[in-house]
């Protein structure tokens, strides 16, 4: 009998096992997000996309970075193709071929959200009880955001970053952007969008050392459907949110006349 | 390894594979500008000689160095890389890693029109220590 109970131990294991569901044996257990007086994750801290943790610290501490996700089980973020309608992947494919020197960027234009996520330079977040402020290193950007729940201001116009409301859905922070001006590229080189995009952030910290980040790009002019992204921001403990200048010694602005008067310097080869 | 984990590992790897694609393919590692338009990352160069100046600036760095050809006719080149708020991350110190008089080796790419400039990966300091100067070649738009 008692043999006959560890088989059907064993089997009920591997079963487990093979379902896919974390299990004791698999995984490290991460240590938990601090939370809030409030009882909300506390997303306070300084922040770094995997960009910049591989330009600040290299490839052996975003390969460590990774095998701490496959240990402690946390998915792999995805990045979806964009869903760009015909009209709006030629302007991509335009820019692309260009090879970028068009990047608002280049010009020390603010970037705008999602973009401002994922550049190679830290953020901070500071979390109280009813707004968030997220500062950024690069363009020295911010972002005071409500938290709770209240909607738009009326008296908004198009801008870089967008107005930005947020409210807690459980243990996620969403912040819902809108009144963007279309002077900025989502995420990379092209990603052109309308003034009709919206952007909904989802910030989760699902472990002490991490935050879990699921952006949803929709704007109806530009895309057959909304354009989903992800990233893993990592604490960074001793960082802190350095000076970013751009424009006092900006010579990107006369190499690009110059390349600009021969466009057969930089451009794509034509296939 | 168990069949979860190593699950888990392929998932993973397909798409940080996807990930790494698309932010290559979008410059992301460039500093602030595109990497592909201005530098040609087919043509990586590796030079020696005198620095000259340095101009501790923003959006990036840049400093100069005297470079002997064969002939030993000098050509001043220039070295564009990181802004200072990310070489300091990277253990400069203004006015005391680089200095005017110092040789030092210098490895980059070259720029696609100006034929003096070059987009500085890593600097080689005369007792062998080297300094990162900036990002790996991007591949911004390709």
């Known amino acids: 009998m008692k043999t006959h109970h560890a088989a059907w131990m064993a089997i009920a294991i591997a079963v487990v096992s093979l379902s896919g569901a974390p299990s004791a044996q698999n995984t490290t257990k991460a240590k938990p997000a601090p939370r809030a007086a409030n009882g909300k994750p506390d997303l306070s801290g300084i922040w770094i996309a995997t960009g910049a943790l591989r330009l600040m610290a290299g490839e052996a501490e975003v390969a460590a970075a990774r095998q701490s996700d496959i240990d402690e089980g946390r998915p792999a973020p995805r990045t979806e193709p964009p869903p760009y309608k015909p009209e709006a992947e030629k302007q991509r494919q335009y820019y692309l071929d260009r090879r970028g020197i068009d990047d608002p960027m280049a010009r020390c234009l603010i970037s705008g959200v999602p973009r401002i996520s994922f550049r190679p330079l830290p953020f901070q977040i500071i979390q109280m009880p009813d ?3 997220f500062l950024y290193e690069t363009h020295h950007a911010f972002r005071v955001i409500p938290t709770d729940g209240r909607p738009h201001p009326e008296d908004v116009e198009p801008s870089y970053l967008g107005d930005s409301v947020a409210r807690w859905d459980g243990d996620t922070l969403v912040v819902d952007v809108t009144n963007f001006n279309t002077k900025t590229w989502l995420i990379g080189v ?7 995009l919206r952007v909904t952030e989802r910030y989760t910290r699902d472990s002490y050392n991490t935050i879990r980040y699921q952006v949803t790009m929709d704007d109806p002019e530009v895309f057959t459907k909304p354009w989903n992204a992800e990233e893993i921001f990592r604490l960074r403990p001793g960082e802190r949110i350095r000076e970013y200048e751009c424009i006092e010694n900006n010579e990107d602005l006369q190499r690009i006349e110059k390349l600009l008067q021969n466009e057969s310097v930089f451009k794509r080869p034509s296939n | 390894m168990t069949l979860m984990r190593t699950l888990l590992c392929s998932v993973y790897r397909s798409g940080f594979t996807l990930l790494l694609g698309l932010l290559l393919g979008t410059a992301a590692l460039s500093a602030h500008h595109s990497f592909a338009a201005q530098y040609d990352a087919d043509k990586p160069i590796t030079l020696s000689g005198t620095v ?26 220039a070295f564009e890389g990181y802004p200072p708020n990310m070489l300091v991350r990277q253990g400069w110190k203004k006015d005391v890693s680089l200095k005017p ?8 790419w070259r720029a696609r029109v ?12 005369a007792d062998g220590s080297k300094l990162t100067a900036g990002p790996p070649a991007g591949t911004g738009g390709q």
């Not at chain 2, 100006?114 to 300091?125: G, K, Q």
């Open chain 2, 114 to 125: 100006e034929p003096h400039l070059i987009a500085a990966r890593e600097v080689t300091f």
């Open chain 2, 52 to 77: 000259v100046r340095i101009e501790w600036t923003n959006p990036h760095f840049h400093f100069y160095v005297d470079v002997k050809d064969d002939k030993g006719a000098v050509t001043e080149w």
């Open chain 1, 131 to 133: 707004q968030a402020v």
């Open chain 2, 101 to 108: 008089g110092m040789a030092v080796t210098v490895q980059g």
């Open chain 1, 190 to 196: 092209g990603t052109v969008h309308s003034e009709s």
